[in-house]
């Protein structure tokens, strides 16, 4: 599992009903798709009896969707909602995996919309795409997003927001208007500015326990140096993901982030 964030994700054993990952290496996230399945499925390999059955690919809780034509069809995702209305038969979860979802039509996207709504609690979807501007706006949003793209820009504004964050936790109160031009610029990036803010805390939390080894990025040391009284980090970091449901249900942009900044600003020393 190469992404960092969806490691720790399957590490601490929180899942969520619906994964995009997006990337221009179908290759890579396909491989990346099938190991996050297998992760879940066999509760992260400690299920020896269904690690095999899925390595056998006779596990029949977990189904790939390969489209017998170039693009997917209404009937192919007719075939993901029925396999959804009954329960697990041997794994915790049901899973289905549509990689190069970009590849459904607009019917059969539609189609996808309803059980993205309407998740089975034990129902899990992952889709891959080489990006997820391929994909209808409305079913993004109800997915949790890991990128394989970064570039010289993320990197440029994943910068940035450490920098916000770090003035924030140090009490600096222009910190948040300063940071509106970097904001405004992510709007569109809700998943990855709340992936930043995450990976920032969760850092800090692993640098303060003594397990930098499993730190993501460990050129912020000097940062967390600095930060290191900092208290109730595990709050910061629940409440980041309250802020992510409620961008779900289109709460405002700017207003929660402003909320977001100014509780880890009250509880950092509290």
Not at 89 to 108: C, D, Q, R, S, T
């Amino acid at each position: 599992m190469k992404h960092p964030l969806l490691k720790l994700q399957l590490e601490e054993e929180k899942y969520s009903h619906a994964y995009l990952l997006e990337g221009k290496n179908p290759e890579n996230t396909r491989k990346e798709g099938l190991e996050l399945a297998e992760s879940i499925l066999t509760e992260n390999g400690k299920n020896l009896l269904l690690k095999e059955k899925f390595n056998h690919e006779s596990l029949g809780d977990f189904y790939e969707l390969i489209p017998k034509k170039k693009m997917i069809s209404i009937d192919e995702i007719r075939g993901v909602i029925r396999f959804f209305s009954t329960s697990p038969l041997e794994a915790p979860y049901k899973i289905v995996f549509i990689p190069n979802a970009h590849k459904m039509g607009n019917e059969a996207a539609n189609a996808l919309l309803k059980t993205l709504e309407e998740p089975a609690g034990y129902g899990i979807l992952i889709l891959t795409s080489l990006s997820k501007r391929m994909l209808l706006p409305t079913a993004v949003s109800r997915c949790r997003i890991f990128s394989y793209l970064e570039d010289q820009e993320q990197k440029k504004a994943m910068m940035e927001v450490n920098e916000i964050v770090f003035d924030v936790l140090k009490g600096d109160l222009l910190a948040i208007p300063r940071g509106k031009e970097v904001f405004d610029a992510l709007k569109d990036e809700k998943e990855e500015l709340l992936n930043y803010i995450e990976r920032f805390l969760g850092d800090l939390f692993l640098y303060q326990k003594g397990i930098s080894e499993k730190m993501i990025y460990s050129e912020n040391y000097g940062y967390y140096d600095k930060l290191s009284k900092t208290k109730n980090i595990d709050k910061m970091i629940l409440k980041t993901e309250e802020v992510r449901k409620n961008f779900k249900i289109n709460a405002n942009y700017q207003l929660s982030l402003e909320e977001l900044f100014i509780y880890i600003m009250e509880v950092a020393n509290g």
